[in-house]
């Protein structure tokens, strides 16, 4: 891990050694991305659930990002949101639906349950068919199209 601490420390500013054996570098990164594509889902599904509800993206917004569910991951995809920023964020769909993949498949060969991430993947599914070259917020779209509202910061 030393030898690569320069090439790491350009990727992420926080390193984690997290084992002695090469894998579990991707385990825990299995984990941590069906942590984040759930969090995601809950939170286009909520932004969609506002927007019908005609609460402006401004004030659900200030209330995540304030509460305990408010967290980095929560907060960028919400105000990617109500900006409507779409594409070109950095956050491009494709990985992530990539990143669900291995999750679901590194569950699945040691047969864990993943009801939430699973679920979570078919939103991104939905969103790589429509929007092949959106960001992750693209699945809001797919959502607010079903429900005939969008948020609006």
């Known amino acids: 891990m030393k030898n690569c601490s320069?090439?790491?420390?350009?990727?992420?500013k926080t390193i984690h050694h997290v084992g002695e054996a090469a894998p579990k570098g991707q385990m825990v990164k299995a984990c941590l991305q069906s942590l984040i594509g759930s969090v995601f889902s809950a939170t286009f599904e909520a932004s969609v659930?506002?927007?019908?509800?005609?609460?402006?993206?401004?004030?659900?917004?200030?209330?995540?990002s304030t509460s305990g569910a408010g967290c980095g991951v929560a907060?960028?995809?919400?105000?990617?949101?109500?900006?409507?920023?779409?594409?070109?964020?950095?956050?491009?769909?494709?990985?992530?639906?990539?990143?669900?993949?291995?999750?679901?498949?590194?569950?699945?060969?040691?047969?864990?349950p993943m009801h939430t991430a699973a679920t979570a993947m078919q939103l991104f599914h939905a969103g790589k068919t429509k929007y092949p070259n959106g960001d992750?917020?693209?699945?809001?779209?797919?959502?607010?199209?079903?429900?005939?509202?969008?948020?609006?910061?």
């Open 49 to 64: 659930l506002a927007a019908k509800a005609g609460i402006s993206g401004q004030t659900l917004f200030n209330v995540f």
């Open 6 to 12: 320069d090439i790491m420390q350009a990727v992420s």
């Open 136 to 153: 992750n917020w693209v699945v809001t779209r797919v959502l607010e199209d079903i429900v005939s509202a969008e948020l609006h910061r």
């Open 75 to 112: 907060n960028t995809a919400l105000e990617n949101i109500i900006d409507r920023q779409f594409e070109g964020t950095g956050s491009h769909i494709a990985t992530m639906h990539k990143d669900l993949t291995i999750s679901l498949g590194f569950a699945e060969e040691l047969g864990v």
